[in-house]
């Protein structure tokens, strides 16, 4: 594929930002995250008058406002990093790529490692957090690499089509195999849609903890491959040609990302459509530029996760819609806009 | 003249030796169908001797094997054929139609359709027997045209049109997930049948139902199983050939919508069903003639072997859509392998 191609292929849309125009969506992303996190405190299936928030954050536990608040605040926390990450992981892996349509859930990724949990829970008798975390971690490299490896096969190499394909089919398949090995076992059977369909519902300080330190360093690594994404975008040839190794950047990247669904999905199940739609949205406001790129996926992805959160508690009370439904509700139409909008060729 | 007679013998020859082993296969495929369809009925938990099968099967009133052979596994074997049959049909009409065997109705968003339907009309509407299964195919109808007029831009690509049925599909299972979550009193059993398809729990007034429709729908395909043979040609042959181009092609289009609706609204969408048969059928055929029955008789047969091994070779009990699931995903794998950039060439 020539340089030129490449490039149009990766960035459809090109758009470069000045300096300020970025500095200026930044903080309103960070104000509008502010306003989002503070309504998912207070709403739900009981409002909160503020005050009560006030009270729940200095960890008074007097009255059931105060009582809900504490419940809410690790819920909207893991809500926050669990979005952040995918947003960023998406980021990565369209970068990685050079596909318009990759994203941790589209790509299998997120139910290779939701298998992997649930295999070592009911084979291997893993039962502490941060194992669940570094098997998910395990899951999601082997599940990358595989579809990766499968699109990649073949007349054509990586088109999205086939990756697209690729990932629908391991993300069946392994659908499949989560009901066969969860359903013999009657004592967590219960728990098979946790590990279908995404939430943070059961959101603890335990559990979010046990996360962070797989999430911290998924975090590094993609920002720190934001250069590497950069010089990837202008095609293998001229980036191996600016002195980038660009299998060892790529699978550095694809770690980072890795890392970062992995470590969600053990949190919180298979969370789709995040990381496709974010950065899309991320590259009007921000450029093509990776290194703005990337933090702004983080933010705008974290925000979005808290806000299908708290549309998911008010739409349907006073029960509640998990998150991962709602992400794909907002995102699969997402999907289909992107596949409309690129021409078949670039498809 | 002498070299005309052999050519004509020749490929007389030819023909009929092809015709032979394509009654051969057929004839095969049905003992298949029938093997499976008996061991259904005779070998579950325990075992039932085939004189009491058939004392069964003729109305007879039998102690035990009465009810385990007439109430449990007749309507589950019967329910397996019926739908492994419209899944097979519909399917194959599909792929043929569109030139591509990735776009299968389970692929490309429309069995996914139906589900959403179905479920809704079962747990929001209060709604049972057939209505459901009209309600599942005007749903199913609607969706065909919507991924039909979103692929749409200078005409439908194939492409497009898969990627954009991958959206689709994406949507109506977390409108099912939706669904069942608000469901008041939502059972294991019954997310597996809408998310994975299963004949768990099946009854005899449910065949009914199928058999309506692979009836009317299949009748319809029948009918025009020349003209679809010729529409593999191209368009443009076909019409010059004499076909009514797109009246067949709708015609078509809505009775495998049908099928692949009604067997949805019985059993779910059963996972791969419907895009295994067709590509299955024309292997073993190796393209003698058309593939039509052919693949209804391999979806009956997937059905009917996946919900034996899923309830009696397996360490646990699966429901059938569980194992063709795990079956399917490998083809497809491989089919994904093979294609090439403008998603047709297979």
């Known amino acids: ?347 | 003249m002498s070299a005309l007679d052999a050519t004509i013998e020749r490929l007389a020859g030819a023909r009929g030796r092809r015709a032979r082993r394509r009654r051969l296969v057929v004839l095969a495929l049905l003992a298949l169908v029938g093997s499976a369809f008996w061991l259904t009925l005779s070998l579950g938990q325990s075992y039932t001797p085939p004189g009491e099968v058939l004392r069964v099967l003729f109305g007879e009133p039998v102690p035990g094997a009465g009810f385990t052979v007439g109430e449990l596994r007749l309507p589950r074997a019967l329910l397996s054929v019926l739908a492994g049959a419209s899944f097979g049909l519909g399917g194959v009409v599909f792929q043929i139609m569109l030139r591509n065997p990735l776009a299968s109705p389970d692929i490309i968003g429309i069995s996914w359709g139906a589900s959403a339907a179905a479920v809704i009309a079962i747990v929001v509407l209060s709604l049972s027997g057939p209505i459901v299964a009209v309600v599942a195919i005007v749903a199913a109808l609607a969706v065909a045209v919507l991924i039909y007029g979103l692929s749409f831009r200078n005409g439908v690509a194939g492409t497009r049109l898969i990627l954009v049925g991958i959206g689709v599909s994406a949507m109506m299972e977390s409108v099912i997930a939706y669904v069942l979550s608000q469901a008041p009193a939502w059972t294991l059993q019954e997310a597996m049948r809408w998310l994975t398809g299963s004949v768990n729990g099946a009854r005899l007034a449910d065949a009914l139902p199928l058999l309506l429709s692979l009836v009317a729908f299949g009748g319809m395909i029948a009918a025009r199983a020349r003209d679809l043979d010729v529409l593999r040609l191209g368009d443009d042959t076909a019409a010059a050939l004499g076909v009514p181009v797109g009246a067949t092609r709708v015609l078509l289009l809505v009775a495998a919508v049908g099928l692949i609706a009604t067997a949805t609204a019985v059993c779910g969408p059963i996972s791969f069903v419907a895009f295994l048969s067709g590509p299955i059928a024309a292997r073993v055929f190796a393209n003698d003639g058309s593939p039509l029955f052919p693949a209804a008789l391999v979806g009956a047969v997937l059905v009917l072997v996946g919900d034996y091994a899923g309830q009696f070779l397996l360490p646990g009990r699966y429901p059938v859509g569980v194992v063709t699931g795990a079956l399917g995903a490998p083809y497809l794998i491989y089919l994904i392998v093979r294609v090439n950039r403008s998603g047709t060439s297979l």
């Open chain 1, 1 to 347: 594929m020539s340089a030129l191609s490449a490039k149009r292929g990766g960035a459809a849309g090109a758009v470069v930002r000045s300096a300020r125009t970025r500095g200026l969506w930044l903080a309103v992303m960070v104000v509008v995250l502010a306003a989002i996190c503070a309504l998912s405190v207070a709403v739900g299936t009981r409002d909160v008058a503020w005050s009560d928030v006030l009270a729940g954050l200095s960890g008074e536990v007097d009255t059931i406002g105060q009582a809900a608040v504490a419940v809410r605040l690790p819920r909207t926390l893991l809500a926050l990093a669990a979005g952040a990450a995918l947003g960023l992981a998406g980021a990565v892996m369209q970068g990685v790529t050079r596909n318009p349509l990759a994203d941790p859930g589209i790509l299998g990724v997120n139910m290779g490692a939701s298998l992997a949990v649930v295999v070592g829970i009911v084979w291997f008798g893993l039962s502490t957090a941060t194992s669940y975390a570094a098997t998910a971690v395990v899951g999601a490299g082997v599940t990358a690499a595989f579809v990766y490896g499968i699109g990649s096969l073949g007349r054509g190499g990586a088109t999205p089509l086939k990756l697209a394909l690729a990932g629908a089919a391991t993300s069946v398949a392994f659908s499949s195999l989560v009901i066969a090995v969860v359903l013999p076992r009657a004592d967590i059977a219960g728990g098979i849609r946790s590990w279908q369909v995404g939430g943070v519902g059961g959101a603890t300080w335990h559990a979010l903890a046990s996360v962070l330190p797989f999430l911290a360093a998924g975090l590094a690594i993609s920002l720190l491959s934001a250069r590497t994404l950069n010089s990837l975008a202008l095609g293998d040839e001229l980036a191996a040609g600016l002195g980038e190794h660009v299998a060892r950047g790529r699978a550095l990247a694809a770690l980072g990302a890795v890392l970062l669904c992995g470590a969600t999905t053990a949190a919180c199940g298979p969370i789709g459509f995040v990381g496709l739609v974010v950065p899309h949205v991320c590259r009007m406001l921000a450029g093509v530029d990776h290194r703005w790129l990337l933090p702004f996926s983080a933010l705008a992805g974290a925000g979005l996760l808290v806000a299908a959160d708290v549309v998911g508690r008010i739409a349907a009370r006073p029960g509640e819609i998990e998150v991962g439904i709602v992400t794909a509700l907002i995102g699969a139409p997402f999907f289909i806009w992107i596949v409309r909008r690129h021409r078949v060729r670039e498809l």
